[in-house]
């Protein structure tokens, strides 16, 4: 009872010293925008497939609907990262969230229209996953401009939360209304949460951080980056990982429409659930984060979430019924979040300023890109093996990977190293560091 009693107040300390980050006017108001305008996206991203296999029963239309929705990302990533390095990204992410909330209307008004075809659902899609590429480099490369230096790391954490924090209620929600209201309700409620972004950024003022305003042609620009993150294996790995993540982990989700039909037989709501679980398991892994991230090193997080991913992934392709099915989507969500803050934090404290936009912009090439590229090949193979073998299959593909990436990079110790800035540190700096000096804005 003693060491319970005193172990309580200490994890409610790192937990109120983990929302801290919100004291700060601008963060606050970027990260509550964000939360709305997330969940929405996640509703329009389970409402797409959703649409598109009852349009087509086809498990390959899935994957070319993911691909188009997240591969334009990838190619528009030098683009992207050379802007948020060039340009203020307040003015980046004002142009870019403008043009996703054009695409989502146009999927709400061909939807209750009548007049939607895979083709058209598809083509929509491409464009809001081309304004989302240039947008999201500038977004991550936003956050350290709204809070002092020292709370750069609570900041990126609390921003990871807010993600998968929509990512659980999008789903729940789209589930809902998919079932009570339709697609079109989805499409509508996704593009009003644009709004709200940008009346937000119209009241955030960021400080001020150096461009590269002297940059030179954007694929040398680009080039430049990427051998400045090729020289840094704290930079390098965390790519790799979130790439081969993204594409024999992640995008099995977007399967999720076909397996809540095929596999489990459920309907809508069980679909949105299916897919919500993954989000909710993430919320308990980032509180989880939360509590220990500033006593475990990065790279004993990184390595514990590609285990337990890998397992979950596992139970889900083998699940004999939906509830499992739900509980192995729950572990890879909270295996995928560890994963993640790990990698993220890693490459935010490690980059500087002047490469932040396009170093992020590589790291998040490799998430976007599996993920597509994953769902591509996989959607395409399920519709000849089946799903279930599709997914085992991509589950022992990830874990060949993990064990070389451990004995590669000595298991994964890069993660570990101190920011090249910061001269007081050694190479045992932990999952997130805490703030120094407390600043008020």
């Not at 499409?187 to 119209?202: D, G, K, Q, R, T």
């Not at 090439?365 to 959607?379: D, F, K, R, W």
């Not at 990977?401 to 004995?407: A, F, I, K, S, Y």
Request: glycine share 10%.
């Amino acid at each position: 009872m003693t060491t319970t009693a005193a172990t309580t107040p200490v994890r409610r300390g790192l937990v109120r010293e983990a929302f801290r980050v919100l004291r700060h006017r601008d963060y606050a108001i970027f990260w509550s925008a964000a939360l709305v305008s997330n969940t929405g996206s996640w509703m329009q991203n389970i409402a797409a497939p959703y649409v598109l296999y009852q349009l087509t029963k086809s498990t390959a239309w899935l994957g070319i609907g993911a691909f188009m929705a997240f591969f334009p990302a990838l190619l528009v990533g030098p683009l992207a990262g050379s802007l948020a390095d060039r340009f203020p990204r307040k003015t980046i992410l004002l142009w870019t969230q403008g043009s996703m909330m054009i695409a989502a209307f146009g999927l709400f008004v061909v939807w209750i229209a009548g007049v939607a075809t895979p083709g058209i659902i598809v083509a929509l899609l491409c464009c809001s996953g081309t304004a989302s590429g240039l947008n999201i480099a500038a977004w991550q490369s936003f956050v350290p401009q709204l809070v002092p230096h020292d709370e750069l790391l609570p900041a990126v954490r609390l921003n990871s939360m807010q993600f998968v924090s929509a990512r659980a209620f999008g789903p729940a929600l789209a589930g809902i209304v998919l079932q009570l209201a339709g697609a079109g309700t989805a499409f509508f409620i996704n593009a009003i949460s644009f709004v709200v972004v940008l009346v937000a950024l119209l009241m955030i003022h960021p400080r001020p951080v150096p461009t590269d305003d002297g940059a030179g042609r954007v694929l040398a620009h680009f080039r430049e980056a990427l051998r400045y993150v090729r020289a840094r294996a704290g930079l390098l790995l965390p790519v790799l990982t979130i790439m081969i993540v993204s594409f024999f982990g992640s995008s099995v989700v977007q399967l999720a429409p076909a397996f809540a039909e095929d596999v489990f037989d459920v309907g809508k709501s069980g679909y949105g659930f299916l897919v919500s679980a993954f989000g909710i398991g993430a919320i308990v892994g980032s509180i989880l984060v939360t509590i220990v991230g500033d006593r475990a090193r990065r790279s004993r997080v990184a390595l514990t979430g590609l285990i337990l991913f890998t397992a979950g992934e596992l139970l889900f392709a083998a699940a004999p019924g939906y509830a499992i099915g739900v509980g192995g989507m729950a572990i890879m969500g909270g295996a995928y979040i560890t994963i993640a803050t790990a990698l993220n934090t890693s490459v935010q404290a490690r980059v500087d300023e002047v490469h932040r936009g396009r170093t992020l912009s590589i790291y998040l090439m490799g998430l976007l890109g599996g993920v597509p590229l994953g769902a591509l090949l996989q959607g395409g193979v399920a519709d000849v093996i089946g799903l279930r073998a599709t997914v085992v299959a991509s589950t022992f593909a990830l874990v060949a990977c993990v064990l070389g990436g451990t004995v590669r990079y000595d298991r994964f110790g890069p993660l570990d190293e101190a920011p090249e800035h910061d001269t007081g540190r050694g190479p045992d700096l932990v999952l997130e560091a805490p703030p120094t000096i407390a600043t008020a804005d």
